[in-house]
């Protein structure tokens, strides 16, 4: 597949000085220790009772290491990804001003990142030197790879584990981070409230819409995503089971049928358990 995406309201910030990398590695789930240059490595920025403050991603370039998220996020996660940083010889510069992403999926030049769960290249674009043309909607490919977005899946109430970024946004062997020791009990107990799935839809349905099964009076879950009729939404944990079918609302002929719980790769390797 190839397809070519343009963000240009990507909020980037700079990270350089010799306690960078240590500071760093205090406040997001990555190994930022184990970043290489040529390779984007996804992080979360978890909050202390271990809840999701944004995805990340995180590449160096010589002795710098860049952070890219939403624009939308700007405020709120400059903020918090510089609120800690007092004694550390380390300093953060807001770049979001300065340059867009470009994301290419499949052969191309830069970064190499798995942004949609496939394999492709970032490169960071000056604004100034912004391409003309219109880029392809990632949309449809977002909701058939399970990548969970900010203000859809994402917000500060939910848990890694929730929505399956333990398994390829989280070093469980580094030291410690704010948030680590939720994050590291929910993985042993393997128990959420709930779970990010992906469905198949049957008839009209439009996202925030609840689902229910059937002998049940409350909600089992909603409908977060809708791409064609496929979908992404939460469902109680429980209740996750491949072929299960949900009534969208109650009263309408529309039904949702899982698929599978997420687990977005986002990166080539495999993590170790």
């Known amino acids: 597949m190839e397809a070519r995406f ?3 309201d990507r909020a980037f910030f700079r990270f350089t000085g010799p306690d960078a990398i240590r500071y760093l590695n205090g406040q997001v789930t990555a190994n930022v220790a184990k970043l290489v240059e040529g390779e984007a490595l996804p992080a979360l920025v978890p909050n202390p009772k271990g809840m999701i ?8 370039v010589e002795d710098a290491i860049w ?10 996660l400059g903020m918090r990804l510089e609120r800690y940083l007092i004694a550390d010889d380390a300093e953060m510069e ?5 340059f867009g992403l470009v994301h290419q999926v499949g052969s191309g030049e830069g970064v190499v990142a798995w942004r949609w769960g496939l394999a492709g290249r970032d490169q960071r674009v000056s604004l100034a030197d912004w391409p003309q043309e219109a880029g392809d909607d990632p949309e449809a490919l977002r ?26 946004g989280v070093d469980f062997h580094k030291g410690c981070y704010l948030g680590q020791e939720v994050i590291s009990r929910m993985k042993l107990s393997g128990k959420v409230r709930q779970r990010l799935c992906h469905f198949q839809l049957e008839g009209e349905a439009a996202e925030g819409q609840e689902l229910f099964r059937e002998g049940r009076e409350q909600a089992v879950g909603r409908l977060t995503s809708i791409a064609g009729q496929e979908a992404l939404g939460f469902v109680k944990s429980a209740l996750v089971e491949e072929g299960a079918s949900f009534e969208i609302e109650k009263g309408l002929s529309s039904s949702a049928i899982l698929r599978q719980a997420c687990r977005p790769r986002l990166r080539a390797e495999i993590p170790t358990p």
Do not use: F, K, N
């Open 6 to 8: 343009l963000e240009p």
């Open 53 to 60: 403050l944004g995805l990340v991603w995180l590449h160096r």
């Open 67 to 76: 952070v890219d998220a939403p624009g939308s996020q700007r405020e709120e």
């Open 94 to 98: 807001d770049r979001s001003d300065e």
């Open 143 to 168: 909701v058939a790879q399970g990548i969970p977005l900010w203000g859809q899946e994402l917000s500060e109430s939910v848990l890694p584990a929730e929505v399956g970024l333990d398994e390829y």
